[in-house]
């Protein structure tokens, strides 16, 4: 493994140990097992230890892990027969977003994900997997191509953000977010959206309204990187382990705060260590949350979508008006009259 | 008021407020130093003027006809018809995080702005004709939109389907969504799109005017989805802000860049319109969709 984090390094030693110890035997010909074993134990006490226990800043570094399966090595191995679309059909092709129809189980499906590149120079090309408006177009269009052929929709997350760019800016990067997430929510197909790794604000959103809403294990979803949340706080981006500790951005906090439906657990160490038993988990993940959606009526999986979403939010009805009111008043203000019949539910 | 904004200098500029002098208590005069008070520099040409005038103007300067940032109950007095304004039911924050700070952030704001959050709602009149008018507050923390904001946005846009009125939005929030309600906040953009588009297909109008400044979560969202958006001249618009943009392309940015005049051209809003003009333009929006 080529990138080891610092809270690893234990296990990694221990590891290392195991394996003299083993090749010692081999060689030497001398009866280790006990010792053997009583190592290996105690690594597997440690893995346990360890991943159990990671700190949310520990866990959006694992979902950066260089070596993280990106969405193209989800399409290889979840999907097949994957044939790419390219293009938003009015300006160019993003290359942080990829996507097209694959089969899945047999049936086509839509894969929308974001892109990163694994070296600087496939990283350029997919500017880090930070988006550009075009590539959320290219997305909706797709999105859209999926619902007229009646193709469910699997998206994978995995951003930071979207592009914070002059030209981003200037073709409207807020207002492609804006429409991506309205028209996503009424698709009359179903959507199953998956946070790979990281899920980043709005760029995240802009691909994230769907019908079942899942996370890997090792991935964050936030409103704001811990880093810019530790910038706004304290001015201080290196702060952004405390920072991460506030925002709540781990999938057990999601879950029980109802915004995802599930954790995709990992293989012990984590996505990277095994790409191809994390693609059996998503897989088996995939399959269960589409067979569940197809036994519903279109209409319904739109209308639970809607309401879904509709249904978020945490605060408290007021009791203190009146007195607001009167102060208001007081101070010869034109004045917001008691409320009759303002509630729209 | 400064306060907050100081803790997030995200923009260049230094002072925000109008002291809206009529809204002010015993309290808040007494917090306030005097120069701030009666005397207030323009953000654009620097001219040193009497607060008290410019807020009668509308908050224009007189001398080079920027729009400072006003109040919600200041541009509710501009263009709601007086005493047509009912509003919705109030809503008050929780913290669902247990961000730290969050609660004194909130009491605060309200005592500052005396909104419960930071936006004031509710049925109103413009020039005769009914429609649910919704203002967002910067001076209350940001104008950032949490779960309030976006619930009672959401409400607003289904009070309007079931009154069959046009709803009628100011945006004006720095953070776009609001950071110390983490996920929620994120959410809520989802929320108010979706209401947004329930309203849309239901064949009613919806006007969204952006003001200084309409930013991230809040322009990704319902912000940018009107049937017509109007902007106040030289408002910041856009989704990241200009610092984060400079400092991730380490570009220096294009000459006003961001600003009202550069999403005109860009062809991402309708028109510009000078906040004099505002009530009258809409009134006329409102009567072409009877």
């Known amino acids: ?64 892990h260089p070596e993280r399966p990106t969405t193209l090595d989800y399409l290889e191995l979840v999907f097949d027969d994957f044939i790419e679309l390219h293009g938003d059909r009015t300006y160019a092709d993003d290359q942080a977003i990829v996507g097209g129809i694959a089969g899945f189980l047999g049936e086509p499906v839509t894969v929308i994900g974001v892109q990163k590149g694994r070296d600087t120079k496939e990283n350029i090309a997919r500017n880090f997997g930070l988006p550009h408006p075009e590539g959320y177009r290219k997305a909706l269009r797709l999105m859209k191509q999926a619902e ?67 996370m890997l294990e090792h991935a964050w979803y936030s409103v704001i990187s811990p880093e810019m949340c530790a910038n706004i706080l304290w001015k201080d981006s290196s702060r952004a382990a405390e920072a991460a500790n506030l925002l709540k951005i781990m999938p057990t906090d999601l879950l029980k705060f109802g915004i995802i ?85 | 008021m400064l306060r907050v904004f100081r803790s997030k200098p995200k923009y260049a500029t230094v002072r925000s407020t109008i002291p809206a002098s009529q809204f002010d208590d015993e309290q808040t005069a007494v917090k306030k130093e005097i120069p701030d008070n009666l005397w207030i520099r323009c953000e654009n040409c620097a001219s040193v003027l009497y607060s008290k005038e410019c807020s009668k103007a509308k908050g224009i300067c007189s001398k080079c006809g920027y729009h400072f940032r006003i109040s919600a109950l200041e541009r509710l007095n501009i263009i709601a018809d007086e005493n047509s304004f009912k509003p919705f ?87 776009g969504a609001r950071m110390q309600e983490g996920i929620f906040s994120l959410m809520q953009m989802a929320k108010t799109a979706q209401a947004v588009g329930k309203f849309k297909q239901a064949g009613l109008l919806y006007i969204s005017v952006l003001t200084h400044p309409t930013m991230g979560g809040v322009y990704a969202s319902f912000a940018s989805l009107g049937d017509i958006i109007l902007a106040e001249p030289k408002a910041l618009i856009g989704f990241a802000g200009p610092r984060i943009v400079e400092e991730t392309t380490r570009q220096k940015l294009p000459e006003g860049f961001q600003t009202a005049e550069y999403a005109l051209q860009n062809g991402m809003i309708d028109k510009i319109v000078n906040r004099n003009e505002m009530k009258e333009t809409i009134a006329k929006l409102l009567s072409f969709h009877l």
Not at chain 1, 44 to 49: D, G, S
Not at chain 1, 278 to 285: G, N, S
Request: proline share 4%; glycine share 10%; net charge negative.
């Open chain 1, 261 to 345: 439906d599930d954790v995709i657990t990992e293989p012990i160490g984590g996505a990277h260590r095994d790409h191809q038993a994390t693609a059996r988990q998503l897989k088996a993940f995939i399959q269960r949350s589409l067979s569940e959606l197809k036994k519903l009526p279109l209409d319904q999986v739109v209308d639970n979508r809607l309401q879904r979403f509709r249904n978020i939010g945490k605060f408290t009805e007021k009791v203190y008006q009146e007195q607001v009111v009167e102060k208001l008043t007081d101070s010869d203000q034109m004045l917001p009259e008691q409320n009759e019949n303002g509630d729209g539910e």
């Open chain 1, 1 to 64: 493994m080529s990138t080891i984090f610092e809270w690893e390094q234990p296990l990694v030693e221990l590891e290392e140990k195991i394996q003299e110890l083993r090749s010692f035997i081999t060689e030497q010909g001398i009866d280790f097992s006990n010792e053997l074993s009583e190592l290996e134990k105690r690594a597997e006490k440690l893995r346990t230890e360890i991943y159990e226990r990671l700190t949310p800043w520990q866990k959006v570094r694992m979902a950066r």
């Open chain 2, 89 to 175: 039911p109030p809503l008050v924050a929780v913290n669902p995080l247990d961000f730290p700070g969050y609660e004194e952030k909130i009491t605060n704001a309200q005592q500052t702005t005396k909104l419960d959050d930071a936006i004031l709602i509710g049925e109103a009149r413009i020039d005769g004709h009914l429609c649910v008018l919704g203002i967002i507050d910067f001076s209350f923390i940001g104008g950032s939109m949490g779960s309030v904001v976006g619930e009672q946005l959401t409400r607003g846009f289904e009070y309007g389907i079931q009154k069959q009125i046009p709803v009628v939005i100011f945006s004006g929030g720095g953070g």
């Open chain 1, 148 to 214: 007229k052929f009646g193709r469910p929709i699997i998206t994978l997350i995995d951003v930071v953000g979207a592009y914070p760019g002059i030209e981003a800016e200037q073709r409207g990067q807020g207002l492609v977010i804006a429409e991506c997430i309205e028209q996503m929510s009424f698709l009359r197909t179903p959507i199953v959206c998956i946070i790979t790794g990281e899920g980043g604000s709005g760029g995240a959103l802009a691909i994230g309204v769907g019908d079942r809403i899942l």
